[in-house]
């Protein structure tokens, strides 16, 4: 059985393991409407139902334990919040990729749909790693 404090600790534990669910789910959401990938909407649109079981399973437990559940949204990690190290080393190697390339088109500094889901699909795999 818990004690008071423990009881009140282990609450907060689970209601910050639900703020990373409750902006989880919001990004899932995001995602699903940026991309035009059918393949894609449907694979999130399965990690959204497991989210939000997920999701309901922790406030039912919060709850039970005389806790009021959150409904604040942790921060996420995202591509943008890379160390300034490492977006050095990434335009280091663009700016050597680019120093080989002898014609240079402002049009391929635009980036493209394929672009801008490669790189939220990596931030997804980011997220699922941390």
Request: aromatic share 4%; net charge negative.
């Amino acid at each position: 059985m818990f004690f008071s404090n423990d009881k009140t600790d282990f609450i907060v534990y689970l209601n910050e393991i639900l703020s990373i669910e409750n902006a989880v789910i919001k990004r899932v959401h995001r995602r699903m409407q940026e991309t035009s990938l059918q393949n894609l909407q449907n694979s999130l649109q399965d990690q959204l139902q497991e989210e939000k079981v997920q999701q309901s399973r922790l406030e039912n437990l919060i709850a039970d334990y005389g806790g009021k559940p959150t409904d604040s949204k942790a921060d996420l990690p995202s591509l943008n919040s890379l160390t300034d190290a490492t977006m050095d080393a990434i335009k280091k190697k663009d700016n050597a990729l680019n120093s080989q390339v002898e014609t240079h088109d402002s049009k391929n500094d635009r980036i493209t749909s394929q672009g801008i889901e490669i790189l939220n699909t990596k931030e997804d795999a980011l997220i699922k790693s941390a």
